[in-house]
């Protein structure tokens, strides 16, 4: 086996490897641009030989490799042959074996697999340790000697403290979230995880997974991760960079949908009908309310001529084409071009010829009466109209769907004069575009990754599940973690809303980053919470609980931060919405900074982060400053990956369980 000096020297091969696969990637940008055959394919050479320079060096500086593997005489492929695991794949000099296998290889996959009880051809397994990109260590497993135990070098990594953005975690994944990362691209799953389960982590190296192993497909179609608010993708935006995949579409739902601004603000009440799955059916009634019977024939001038097409040929057009269930704007022309067909077997029988200019000018001319049976429409046009109450003749799209209550709910207190007067809610963004998508057919993704999938409405269900209609999904969240009045309390449920029923539910219940301290205490919340989710237990024995009665909240916060700052990492204050303000200004007050590694985050903001010393300060304000306030407290109690103080001045609330 390769002794420390020998896997150094191995450490300048990588660093010299990279080097030659920058200097190869920028010559054949150069070479590309002369070497191409048409436009076409010159321009997409182009833009894939400058991708790979670009994404190379922008390679972000860290370990080239974190693991060994050497296969004994045995195994029938690899024997007697070692391979370095990395994060990215290094060619060899020359020409000669690559470096660095990249961590998605098949091969790779026993560096997660293997064990002393199914050593998979291992002989050894080498862990290495770093600090930073110098290498400092490394421990052997020899599994087919049946030695393996608990890793030193394993455990640190997962217990690093937590500063700045989420880190990938290829040198810790364990066996039951390589499983779930290397699922194939054509199945749909739906990762339940408790709080510090990885199941962010999994959700995003799948992706890199999948564009690794269907590049060319994917390439094609896209990968989209939807995250559920801005702060939680600027903390997981390093990740697939780190991996070698730059690009993947990382956005909120809400920036997806966004095509107007949002200006305007519902009450609950009326936030619960608009997202509510039966508002789909309202908005389709809505919109194929506004085509007309044909009431009498067309006539379309043809210089001095004029074309004529019957009445009851029109009607027949117009419900033909309604059968079909074809996109509003493609029904729309598609009754222009069987009209304009009408004209044109007119025209030939007449010994016209119909050539492409008069098939285009006898299209024109079709536009007045189509303006009036199949009237061209946007979003904004049928939402305004629909939000303004029933018609003056009583018609109302929302008759027989929605209770007089709920249609009360979703109609305008003060109607604006007209749609550009409209002021729109984020809800609103998801009802325009369901109806978006009934004109014409949104953009579709190979595969997409929504995080936080329980906390999805049935609508923003819909609108999900139209971009990965003909792709597939990975859907991540926890039960105990809903937080929305409409949030989810079965995936089963919910993956049939998001158009995958047959989707697979797999549950992580091992936490690697929150201490078992911890995870003992938000337990004792789960009885209380509407969610049949299993209890975590937690990978690791260390980590601290503190929970301390104080007369006054602002002074008891000021002094935990204060003993916080004595220990390495990120701190978070976590609490109520309301309370932020003071707690903010009291740290000010005293000195502490609030701009390096202290953050003040009010609990409905604080979901999928995580800080090493979190403070929650009083736990009861949080719980009653919404419905699903307890589930919120859980997620509070949960962001803290080393140590967790709980601050309170009032009584804790009865469900969290814990001697004071």
């Known amino acids: 086996m390769a002794t420390l000096d020998e896997e150094r020297d191995h450490v300048g091969r990588c660093k010299a490897g990279l080097r030659r696969m920058l200097e190869g990637a920028r010559d054949n940008v150069i070479v590309g641009e002369s070497v191409a055959g048409d436009r076409y394919s010159a321009e997409r050479l182009g ?62 996959r026993a560096f997660y697999r293997a064990s002393a009880r199914d050593p998979q051809g291992v002989d050894v397994r080498r862990r290495f340790g770093w600090s930073g990109t110098t290498l400092t260590g490394f421990e052997d497993e020899r599994l087919s000697r049946g030695e393996e135990g608990e890793s030193r070098i394993l455990a640190a990594e997962i217990e690093r403290p937590r500063v700045g953005p989420m880190r990938d975690i290829v040198a810790t994944i364990q066996p039951e979230q390589d499983d779930l990362v290397r699922t194939g691209l054509d199945l749909s799953i739906c990762v339940q995880g408790a709080p510090g389960t990885g199941k962010t982590a999994v959700g995003l190296h ?192 929302a008759g027989g769907v929605l209770t007089d209550a709920e249609r009360a709910a979703l109609t305008w207190r003060k109607p604006p004069r007209g749609v550009k ?117 937690s990978y690791r024995s260390d980590g601290r609980l503190r929970v301390t009665r104080v007369a006054g909240l602002e002074k008891g916060v000021v002094e935990a931060v204060r003993e916080a700052y004595m220990f390495e990492g990120s701190i978070g204050v976590i609490a109520a919405d309301a309370d932020v303000e003071a707690i903010t200004a009291a740290l000010w007050n005293e000195g502490l900074d609030l701009n390096g590694r202290l953050s003040v985050m009010p609990a409905s903001l604080c979901k999928g982060l995580e800080y090493d010393h979190v403070v929650v300060a009083e736990p009861a304000a949080i719980a009653e400053a919404e419905r699903r306030g307890l589930n919120r407290l859980y997620v509070a109690l949960t962001r803290a990956v080393s140590r967790l103080d709980v601050v309170h001045a009032r009584p804790l609330p009865p469900p969290l369980r814990h001697p004071c």
């Open 47 to 108: 833009r894939h030989l400058k991708s790979l320079a670009k994404e190379l060096s922008e390679e972000p500086e860290g370990p080239p490799f974190f693991g060994r593997l050497d296969f004994g005489p045995g195994s029938a492929e690899h024997g007697g042959r070692a391979y370095h695991i990395g994060r990215r794949h290094i060619t060899g000099e020359h020409g000669g074996p690559p470096v660095v296998i990249d961590w998605r290889a098949p091969v790779s």
């Open 421 to 537: 007067g409209a002021r729109w809610s984020a809800a609103d963004l998801v009802l325009l575009d369901e109806l978006a998508a009934l004109i014409e057919r949104p953009r579709g993704y190979g595969h997409v990754i929504v995080d936080e999938a329980q906390d999805l409405s049935p609508m923003e269900c819909r609108a999900v599940a139209r971009r990965s209609e003909h792709g597939s999904l990975t859907v991540l969240g926890d039960l105990a973690q809903g937080t929305t009045p409409w949030a989810a309390t079965s995936w089963p449920e919910r993956l049939k809303l998001l158009g995958k029923p047959g989707g697979e539910v797999v549950a992580l219940t091992t936490g690697f980053r929150v201490p078992a301290a911890v995870v003992e205490l938000a337990n004792t919340l789960l009885a209380a919470l509407d969610a049949d989710v299993p209890a975590t237990r």
């Open 206 to 397: 799948r992706a890199a997974y999948l564009l690794y192993a269907h590049r060319r497909r994917l390439e094609r179609a896209g990968v989209l991760v939807l995250g559920p608010n801005r702060t939680f993708l600027g903390y997981v935006s390093a990740v697939l960079p780190a991996l070698g995949e730059m690009d993947v579409e990382q956005t909120t739902l809400e920036r997806l949908l966004a095509t107007v601004p949002v200006t305007a603000a519902d009450d609950e009440e009326t936030a619960m009908v608009k997202h509510d799955a039966r508002m789909a059916r309202v908005l389709r009634t809505a919109l194929y309310g506004r085509i007309a019977k044909p009431v009498e024939p067309v006539a379309v001038p043809d210089g001095s001529l004029r074309w004529r097409v019957p009445e009851d040929e029109l009607r027949r057009i117009v419900d033909d084409t309604r059968r079909e269930s074809l996109p509003y704007g493609t029904g729309r022309e598609r009754v222009r071009a069987r009209v304009v067909e009408s004209i044109r077997r007119q025209a030939e029988s007449r010994g016209r010829t119909a050539g492409a200019p008069w098939l285009r000018r006898i299209g024109r001319g079709v536009t007045p009466w189509l303006d009036q049976v199949w009237p061209a429409v946007k979003p904004e046009e049928v939402l305004y109209e629909l939000l303004r109450g029933p018609a003056r003749d009583g018609r109302d799209p």
